[in-house]
């Protein structure tokens, strides 16, 4: 073995080294160089950050990572990201890869499948590149918006702050808490007439139950009369009196002649009229009519 001279084996030594360095680098890159991969590439406009050893997704799981990016000097609209993915992934034509990031700022490649997965591309084909803008790029798409609505926030809470300070407000508010304190003591007051009442419902019960039993009462003893012959007696008696009220209003009977011959009530009221002065004469001079006389003797 005199080929395996001290200095042969320094050198084999030096090169496993420097492979195992080269490995461990891939490695830390997010490449595995004992790994089966597929190369494509990714043209962009704009990179936004993304760099070798970023990770490629696949509706959210890692399928690859970039392997470097080529930035063309000639055309500043023209960087191509190599990108290793894994053999077992096939990209149906129309595929995108659309670079994000999130809150921390990591950035990642997403690829977006096209629509036929029968047409699929081949390896080594350039996939078209995009940005997604996410929630970040859609907060500064916001961001003019929210800027020409500054000022008028800013109006707004100048005239909060005026309207905060009238003492209006604060008088208001005061009238507020009295009107809750009068609330909450009606609302006890409210309170304690249910339960009063609730105790008291068993008589109401009682009471209402009496009530009806006199109704139920009451409503036997109407169907238990007579009423046909009632209305009868009521229409025989109500026919007597219009009878007797055409007699009074004709000139039949002494009451007719009164009510209705002037020449009667005046005779009447005129032998009335002399009663009454016979009366009063009999009163003055009661001789004059009256004479006793014991022994039959007659006063001249």
């Known amino acids: 073995m005199k080929y395996f001279t001290k200095e042969v084996k320094i050198a084999l030594a030096a090169i496993l080294a420097i492979m195992i360095m080269f490995a461990g ?3 830390l890159k997010g490449l595995n160089i004992f790994s089966s991969a597929d190369k494509y590439y990714a043209r962009f406009a704009d990179v936004s950050g993304l760099a070798a050893s970023s990770p490629v997704y696949a509706n959210g799981y890692k399928v690859g990572v970039v392997e470097k990016v080529q930035y063309d000097y000639s055309q500043t609209d023209n960087i ?3 990108v290793r993915l894994d ?7 129309g595929t995108v890869a659309e670079i994000s990031s999130d809150f921390l700022g990591n ?7 096209g629509p036929n997965p029968i047409d699929l591309m081949e390896i080594g084909d350039t996939i078209q590149g995009g940005t997604d803008n996410g929630l970040m790029g859609k907060a500064a798409q916001m961001i003019p918006q929210v800027e020409v609505m500054l000022p008028k926030i800013d109006s707004i809470l100048t005239a909060l702050n005026t309207l905060l300070q009238d003492p209006a407000i604060a008088n208001a508010l005061h009238n507020v808490d009295h009107i809750t304190a009068n609330l909450d003591q009606t609302t006890s007051e409210l309170n304690q007439l249910s339960s009063q ?5 068993p008589q109401m019960m009682k009471k209402v139950d009496g009530v009806l039993t006199n109704t ?11 009423l ?17 009220t055409a007699k009074l209003n004709s000139n039949e009977g002494t009451l007719g002649l009164l009510m209705r011959d002037p020449s009667l009530y005046d005779n009447m009221n005129a032998t009335m009229q002399s009663a009454d002065s016979l009366l009063i004469d009999l009163k003055a ?3 004059r009519y009256v004479h006793f006389s014991i022994f039959g003797k007659k006063d001249k």
């Open 25 to 27: 680098m891939e490695f």
């Open 80 to 82: 191509v990201a190599v």
């Open 87 to 93: 053999s077992k992934l096939s990209l149906p034509k």
């Open 107 to 113: 950035v990642k490649l997403e690829l977006r499948f």
């Open 197 to 201: 009442m609730n105790n008291q419902m």
């Open 216 to 226: 139920e009462n009451f409503t036997r003893q109407l169907n238990d009369m007579d």
């Open 228 to 244: 046909a012959g009632t209305m009868q007696k009521m229409d025989r008696a109500v026919g007597n009196l219009e009878q007797t």
């Open 285 to 287: 001079h009661p001789k």
